[in-house]
């Protein structure tokens, strides 16, 4: 098998790297994310049309009704209506909603649930979302650390927060809803990222131990070379399922769908590039990867 040269191309891969990570970090400071009601509060309404729903009348019936702001999707059938108001709007403004649909509708709406979430609650759900990545990154690392080596572990975290950061500047650029779905798609991410990352290092540090004169240089192309089929098998096939979700699993599901299509493009990426990268800037060695010998194991061998 011939040998691609990954690294001959890691300055180029660090500038798209840095290009990236700045666009979204400068998007996230002025534009920040588009947050959904189960972080900003609000009222959700879930309502059942005897037909099928047309969802533009409806939207036209709340505008029309004072109700702006509301987010109007379908929700499992074509007949099941799901109606997000933003903060501001009290349970009792939302019950009074279903009068108005139902007066702009010849046949039966039937409410199934309505729900209330309040600022602080959402405010709470942020925080507990942001401790929750701290404190999966925080654990990854220790894990790449006893598992592998400290600087494959430095290697992992830096690709793990450069996925994480360029999804959630995506979604900030695009001004696409960001909600617990969403939020769920990241820990995936964060997961999905990382098995890829340990495949590539667990490759990097048999042939460190295997290819002894080889250069660090010379031992990751080879490394990145015989996982790239795995790696891109992998991915092609988990894209193609997520494509499916974000084109016909709705609306409730699409943003997580969306999350993931970035997070698994991004951190196939960042396996190849990033992390290997990584080890490079902090000068990996095969002495870094060595069996430790046994104290007195030389003895024993001269005693045989």
């Not at 409410?111 to 990154?137: K, T």
């Not at 900030?172 to 909600?179: A, H, I, R, T």
Request: glycine share 10%.
């Amino acid at each position: 098998m011939k040998t691609i040269d990954f690294m001959g191309q890691r300055k180029l891969a660090t500038a798209v790297s840095v290009l990236l990570l700045l666009v979204a970090i400068g998007s996230l400071t002025v534009r920040q994310l588009n947050w959904g009601l189960d972080f900003t509060g609000g009222t959700l309404v879930e309502v059942h049309y005897s037909d099928t729903a047309d969802l533009n009348a409806i939207r036209g019936t709340l505008n029309s009704g004072g109700y702006e702001g509301a987010i109007v999707v379908s929700f499992g059938s074509d007949k099941d209506v799901l109606i997000r108001l933003p903060q501001g709007y009290s349970d009792k403004e939302g019950a009074a909603l279903l009068s108005a649909l139902q007066d702009a509708y010849p046949g039966d709406v039937e409410l199934r649930r309505i729900e209330f979430v309040g600022p602080q609650v959402g405010d709470e759900l942020r925080e507990q979302g942001g401790l929750a990545m701290l404190l999966a990154l925080g654990l990854v690392m220790l894990y790449i650390a006893f598992r592998f080596q400290f600087k494959f572990a430095v290697g992992a975290v830096v690709a793990l927060v450069h996925d994480v950061l360029i999804t959630l500047g995506f979604f900030s650029v695009m001004g696409l809803e960001f909600d617990l779905t969403v939020l769920a798609a990241l820990l995936a991410v964060i997961g999905y990222s990382l098995n890829d990352t340990i495949v590539v290092s667990d490759r990097i540090r048999e042939n460190f131990r295997k290819l002894r004169r080889a250069e660090p240089v010379e031992v990751i192309n080879i490394s990145l070379t015989e996982t790239l089929g795995r790696t891109l098998v992998t991915s092609l096939t988990t894209l193609l399922v997520l494509v499916a979700l974000a084109l016909f699993g709705g609306e409730i599901i699409r943003g997580f769908a969306i999350a993931l299509i970035a997070g698994v493009a991004i951190g196939t990426y960042s396996s190849i590039y990033v992390a290997a990268n990584t080890l490079l800037i902090m000068g990996v060695s095969k002495e870094d990867l060595m069996i430790p010998v046994k104290e007195g194991a030389e003895q024993e061998d001269l005693s045989l």
